[in-house]
């Protein structure tokens, strides 16, 4: 006999009636309607939102090499023009745009690492995370749906009731639908405004609440006399918070520098440096709380998650976070700042925003001269270490340009209170990465090969 009672999505309404939530093992009761999927294409395929997902796991069709692929007019920094060009591996394709590079497509999940699966994309494909789904199946009620990660990343993850969003257009305007490795949230992605905490490859910050108890009560008390319209205001608050969320993360990220370095028997001297860094990003993040605050929104951090912070601190995994956090992270962090500072037409903003922006670029030399010293001390890591930030530098050069998230109309009177648009955030980054990462990259590999047994190559 079959009900007709729907028990999965009454079970579930229950017991959120009762305010006790789902319960253990009651999240398999979720119920998730993806409204007119489309048909699956290599086991691939869209709800009406847009949202994709994967019904089934079929093999992808791949048509490599595909004619008319020319990237002649890139940077090149791999030697591909066409997919031919692309042979160290099976199934080779290169990635034409601003940066031209080789990568190689898989067939099925197997040819991806473990917690990745292979997602189709027409004629080429790519290995991408998976967090706790590869298919529908194994989300019961759900879908095994994609999602955005922090600085432009991608992977698939189960819908659930935790998420707040789905698309971005389940947020309000200039937020996008972001993943933090857990659930799906409405916010900016910032990407990186101070030195980002990684924890297993995700960016974590606190979640915020209703407070001020980080709130710097002397900074910039004459914003709240400002005249801003409501969607400059809004912006500017959402910013601000963001902002404050990263340099509260921050603190977190320093301290566990501090014990990485230590860890690794680091000279005084850098860990010294470390925990003035931290201080320093304690006090980033009080100017972020106390200016949101002076723009309305009164909030503080509530508890951050640093389980796992600490699982893996092999001398390849502290290079690995520090690289990505400092010196990646921190320069481009830093170079926003200081465009921030420029762009602000308050003098005592602009000033404060100035100091944050000296304090992030020291913070970005020092992770420089801490991986140095870790180089000099394990050479055989460093031919690792070049090619992650070869890797890193050309994919975030060929990100395409995501749609302009600030609407035009606000977009200089936010820029006057130091909140940079989705265009000139990315063009920031990417002449921090072309004029500052790359080249001190390549300083610093030559002053290894030119010491040591490390072979002189570039970035
Ligand atoms: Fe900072
Ligand atoms: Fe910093």
């Excluded at 090499?65 to 692309?86: L, V």
């Amino acid at each position: 006999m079959q009900l007709k009672l729907p028990i999965a999505a009454f079970s579930t309404t229950f017991l959120l009636s009762l305010g006790w939530g789902l319960g253990c093992g009651a999240s398999s009761e979720l119920s998730f309607e993806c409204k007119d999927s489309t048909q699956p294409d290599q086991g691939f395929a869209s709800c009406e939102s847009g949202l994709k997902h994967r019904p089934e796991i079929v093999a992808c069709q791949l048509a490599l090499p595909r004619p008319g692929i020319d990237c002649g007019g890139g940077f090149d920094p791999s030697g591909c023009n066409t997919d031919s060009d692309c042979t160290e591996a099976p199934n080779g394709y290169c990635v034409s745009g601003q940066v031209c590079y080789c990568t190689y497509a898989c067939k099925t999940d197997a040819d991806c690492a473990d917690g990745q699966l292979c997602e189709c994309r027409g004629s080429v494909s790519a290995c991408v995370p998976a967090a706790g789904c590869k298919v529908d199946a194994d989300c019961p009620g759900s879908i095994c749906a994609t999602h955005l990660t922090e600085c432009g990343g991608t992977g698939y993850s189960c819908v659930t009731d935790a998420d707040d969003c789905t698309t971005n257009a389940d947020c309000k305007q200039g937020q996008q639908c972001l993943y933090n490795g857990s659930r799906r949230y409405c916010g900016v992605d910032t990407c990186v405004e101070g030195r980002p905490f990684y924890v297993d490859g995700h960016i974590r910050t606190a979640p915020l609440e209703a407070g001020a108890s980080w709130s710097d009560r002397d900074v910039c008390r004459h914003l709240e006399t400002l005249d801003l319209t409501p969607g400059v205001r809004q912006l500017a608050q959402d910013h601000y918070l963001e902002m404050a969320a990263m340099e509260h993360a921050s603190v977190a990220a320093f301290a566990r520098f501090t014990l990485q370095l230590m860890s690794l028997g680091a000279p005084a001297n850098l860990v010294d440096e470390s925990q003035k860094a931290l201080a320093d990003e304690l006090r980033h993040a009080r100017l972020a709380f106390g200016i949101a605050e002076r723009l309305g929104v009164a909030r503080q951090p509530a508890k951050l998650d640093v389980s796992h912070a600490l699982d893996d601190q092999s001398p390849w995994n502290i290079l690995h976070t520090t690289l990505m956090e400092g010196c990646i992270g921190e320069t481009i962090a830093a170079a926003r700042m200081l465009e921030a500072s420029l762009l602000a037409t308050d003098s005592r903003l602009s000033a404060a925003l100035a100091q944050v922006a000296e304090d992030e670029t020291r913070h970005a030399t020092l992770a420089w001269r801490s991986v140095a010293w870790l180089l000099r001390r394990n050479p055989e890591l460093a031919e690792p270490a070049r090619q992650l930030l070869a890797r890193t530098v050309a994919a975030q050069l060929a990100e395409p340009a995501e749609s302009e998230s600030m609407p035009r109309e606000v977009q200089p009177h936010a820029e006057q209170l130091g909140v940079l648009s989705d265009a000139r955030g990315r063009l920031v980054a990417h002449e921090a990465l072309r004029h500052i990462v790359r080249p001190t990259a390549n300083a610093l590999f030559s002053r290894l090969s030119a010491a040591g047994p490390v072979q002189a190559a570039t970035v």
